[in-house]
Structures are given as C-alpha cells and as structure tokens.
C-alpha cells in the first residue's frame, strides 16, 4: 500500500484518451474516474485507455464503477482497454466476470499500438 | 491438626496479611475491630494461613490460638459440640504445656487429660469439662452448644490471655442440625456471643455467598472486616511450582518459561497439584507441552479433579441432579453467566423448582461464578464423559489439544470505526500479521481485498448506530482466521443471490460483488447472529509444504 489519496491524472494521445487512477480505488475514487472519462466521451473520444500502474488496493465498489464506463463506450461503439494490471486486478476482475468485456493489455503502449493499427 | 502447616519459609507472599492478624487481639481489646473473615478462592490458601497463624501464635506464646475445620465435622449438633469442645481443651492443654502432639492426638479421651490438667493447676477447666459433661448426660442439645462454643471465652476470661479462635469453613456451620439435616436453623447465631467477647478475635473462612446470608445476622455483623487472599504473583507462582518440582526430584528442561502455569492463576493448591501430577506421570524432565499435558491429566483425573468432584459431590442427592448440575455449569461457562428470566429448566431438565434450588445453592457456593479456568476445564472433561458419553482419556486428549493449539495461536484485536477509508487501516493490520506469519505477498493482496469487502459491506448495509467493526485475527500454524463483527441489520449469504455481469449491466446493479470475491479469496465464509450482532468468520488454511 504506497498512497491512500486517490487522483485521477489523464492525457490524450491521438484520437484515444488514457486514464491513470492512482491510489485506493473505491466508490469516490471510481466515481472520479467515470466523470473523466465522460468528460473525454463528451468531446467525441471513442476509445478510452485505462491505465492501472499506479492503483495499489481496490475494492468492488470502486471496480462496479467501472461498469459505467464500458456501457457508456458501449453505446456509442467505442473501445475500453485496460493496461498494466496487477495480478490481483486481473484476477479481480476474472473473478467477477469483467474480462470479456474489455481489451486488457500488459502495457500502455500496446493498447495504443492496437488502437492506430486495429491489430494485436 | 493445625501442625501440619508446611514450612514458613515455603510460605509464599503473605506476610502482609500474617502481621495484621497478628495485631488482631489487641485491635479487639481496644475495640477497634478485630475479627477477620478471609475470603479467597478456593486452594488460595486460607487454611494455610491460619495454620501458618496457628504455629506462631502457639511459639510466640502471648495469645491462644484455637483452630477448628468445619470442613470435616459431623454437623450433628451434639457431635459438633464435643468434638468443638474437645479439640479446644486439647489445643488448650498443648498450648500450655507447649506439646503440640497433644493437640494432634485425637483419640485420647478428656478423662486422660485430668491428670495433665491438675497437675497445670487449671481447676477452672475441670469445672468447665464436668459442666459440659453434665449437660451431655442431662441430654441438653442447647446447653452442650453453648458450652462447647463458649468454652474459648471462658478460658480468656479465667487466664486473662486472648484466645484467637479460627473457625475455617465456617459457612458449613449454618447446617448444624439437631436429629435430622435441616431441622435447626440459626444454630450458628450461637457463635455471636463468643464472636462479641473482647478477649477472644474471631477469624473465620468460607465461601463469601454462603456467609453472606450469615452476616445479615447481625449478632455475627459485629466488626468483622473482610480480607482478601488474592493469587500469587506470576513470578512467585512459578517460583512456587519449582520448589514442589525440586522436592519429587523433577527438574526443568533448561529455558523453560512455565508460560502455562498462568493458567492456574496464582492458586498454590493447583500449583501444588499440577506438581504432583508430573511426578504420578513419572516425569523426570518438564517441557512446557509436559505442563499440558499433567494439567489435563490433573483436570480429568487428578487431585484437583477428585477435590472439585467431592465439592459438587455436596451439591447434589442422585444422578439426575448431577446430570442437571452439570448441564447447568456448562451452560453457565458457554454463556459467560446465567441470564435472568430464562427457562433454566430446559437446560437442566429438572423441574422448574428443582433447578431453581439447586441452582441456588450453586450460586451461593460461589461455583457458578467462578472466573476459573481450571475448574471450567474440570466441568468440561465431566461433561463430555457424563453428559456426551465419552471416555475420559478422550476428555483429556480434549483438553490438551486445546491447549497445543493456544499455545502455537497469536491473537489481535481491534475496533474500527465505520467511516470512509477505516476499512485501509484493516487491510494494513492484516498486512502486517500476514508478514508475521510469513505469508506469501501476493495472498496478502487478497486478503486485504477480502477484508476490505466485509468491512465496506458492514459499513454500507449493517444500518448500525453503534458504527464499530469489531476484528478479531487468530493465526495458528495451520490456519488463518478473522471474525467481523457488527451490530446492526443481519445479514445471510444466502440473500447475496449471484448476478451476472450482464445482468448488472442491464439492470444497473452493481453492488453485492464483496461476498462473492470474498468466497473465491478465503477457504471459508460462515455468517452467524450472535445477539444483535452480526458475525462473519473468515479462514483460510495456510499450506505449510509449499
Ligand atoms: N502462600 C502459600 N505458599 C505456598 N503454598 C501455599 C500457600 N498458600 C497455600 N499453600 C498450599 O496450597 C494448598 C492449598 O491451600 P489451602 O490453605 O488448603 O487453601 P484454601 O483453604 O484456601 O482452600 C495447600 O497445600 C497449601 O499448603
Ligand atoms: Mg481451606
């Protein structure tokens, strides 16, 4: 456990958005992250990169919210990847059935890679 | 009898209360108190002390002591009153005379002592036997009594020397009857006038709730004060316990802490007994597992088990009753107490007045309230050999392994609040203890996240205005425990019906996920109501190969 504060830093890259949630994602924490990635979504943005590096604990509050944003890419046809997942994440999100839902990638780079190129 | 003290220099940790009953005579002479009810557990030493008391008082040769068991006295009136009254002369002779054999030897007639008593030139006390003689052919139960219990006084009076009289277990002395059991009562109101008598300090034993109804007899109220016999200090204890070890020629194995012996908290007959035990079990070196092992031996088998057997033995007139009383104790000890207004008839399966006096009587006997592990422990063996039909050996391997168990468990605790972010400082805590117990790094993230989740649920649904989480974490080599505990709304597993995704999806549901990650981290998940608590009790086994 490094930091108990959570932000939430994000950057355009492209036509893509990255997200970076740092710290104890919880349902405060999650919310954040919904309202940024529907401020990016207002404005057009149809593939969202979420990068987990920098989150240390979760808990399943804060992941439910990630439902939001998935139904909100969803609807509009867009594309959620996630990237640098702890283990205890990816399992996590195994565990409740979040996987095939979205494009999970070791590293950021890959995802963006994919989203300009279309391959894997 | 009373010269069957041990040692003074094996008498441990009483000096304090040794030299204020010391000042007991003159305290009385200038009425300023003097008559002492010692009150302490049972095997805290009471009787020790009074013989410890005894044995200086009879040296020192300024005061009389005068010691009488009621423990072992026939209650019937008239066999009390000439063996109160015998014993007293005898004590009184060898006082005298400074020969303690002659207080010891029982089967001596009083006719024998004449010629001792003369020859002392104690006419006063040959007019003294020749009355209670007289009253015992008149066939004068009340008389006999009077002149048995008023004997100490008398001689204070003739001699001018305080007589200190010790009555030990004198509670049983409100059983005193005259043909039948029951069919006198207050006949221990006879000892107010001796108890008043300025010359003659009383210091008396017994289990406080059975003298407590015999206190609110106010010719006994007088200036009693009441001192307390507390356990011996932890280092003394264990001190203690060397020395009998040293006496069966048992020695220690080298750096063996006795941590164990806390458990008999300080009490020198269960020191002495435990002792004893090892010997019986020929043992010649002691580690601290030989302790569990003698101490379930002792509970179940041993001297400490045969005394508790024959106190309950007092209890209770057939095998029903026993049945009963033990059901009774056991509910008691499983339910820290007996609850007021509660049907203990379904417990014990008497009738309603039959459980309600025999429960009386163990309330007043102290049993039932007893904070004492080592007699739980002993109501525990027989309740698993009486009641569930065991045998005694499994009873003890029971308890042992009880004990192995506690001993390889470390426990903490802690109270957290229910607001934001309190369930972080949880999953710090189970870092931490999962660090101590070398747990593997990764698990731990899990287990963070499990607590995590228990904590988020209690703290979003429990609905709970007391707003604590209460956390308990027992670790053992072999497993990995955690109760959480609230009040508040219940809660089951069962009402955590699975949702799936898409489900949550459609219908915007996206809470209850918690007890599911929780399921799939830890090998078990119970729910209980404890009360108006909700329970939740977390394990997960530790693979000691890997
Ligand atoms: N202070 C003490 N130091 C050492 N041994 C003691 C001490 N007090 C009691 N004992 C021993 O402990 C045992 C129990 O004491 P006892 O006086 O019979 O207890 P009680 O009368 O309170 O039930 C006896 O064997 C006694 O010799
Ligand atoms: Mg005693």
Redesign the pocket.
Known sequence: MKSVQFSVASRREGDAAIIYPKGYLNNLSGENLVIECGIYIGKGITKIVVNFSETDLINSIGISMLLQIIEDLRNIKGTICCTNMSKLLRDTFEMLGLMQHMLVFPVESDALTYLKTGKL | MPFN??PAE?????EPELSYLKGLSKLKANALGGDVFLD????????????QFYRILFWENNVVPFYYSFKTANLKGTYFAQDYFTGFVRQYISFVKKDPSLASNVAEPLQRLMPAISSLGLYWLIDCIEDFQGHVSKNDFYWQLVAAISAPVMAAQKMGKSVIVML??FDAAAHLYESSLGDAHGLISLFGESMRNRRCPHVI?GSAGALEPVFTDHSLIGMTERMR?GP?PED?AMA?FRAHLTNLKITCAPGVQLEFLDILRG???Y??NLAKAAWKMQKNVIHEKDLIECYSFEVSDGETAFYWASVFSRYVKNPAQRKAMLKLLMHAIENGGIEEGKRLSLVSGLGEAETETLLGALTTSGIIRAKDTVLHDFIHCLYMTEIEGGNANDAREKIEAKYIQEREESFFEMVIPMSSNAELVVAKAVEQIGKNMNLDAEFLNYLQLALIEVCINAIEHSGSYEKKIFLKFITRPDKLEIIVENSGRPFSLESLKEVPVEEKMRLGMKRGWGYKLVHKIMDSVKVERVNDRTRVILTKNIDNGS
């Open positions: 003290a041990i094996d008498f441990l940790n009483r302490g557990a049972r095997g805290m030493g009471k009787t020790e002390l009074l013989k030990d277990d034993t016999l011996l003394l203690l009490n020198p007959f020191i002495k």
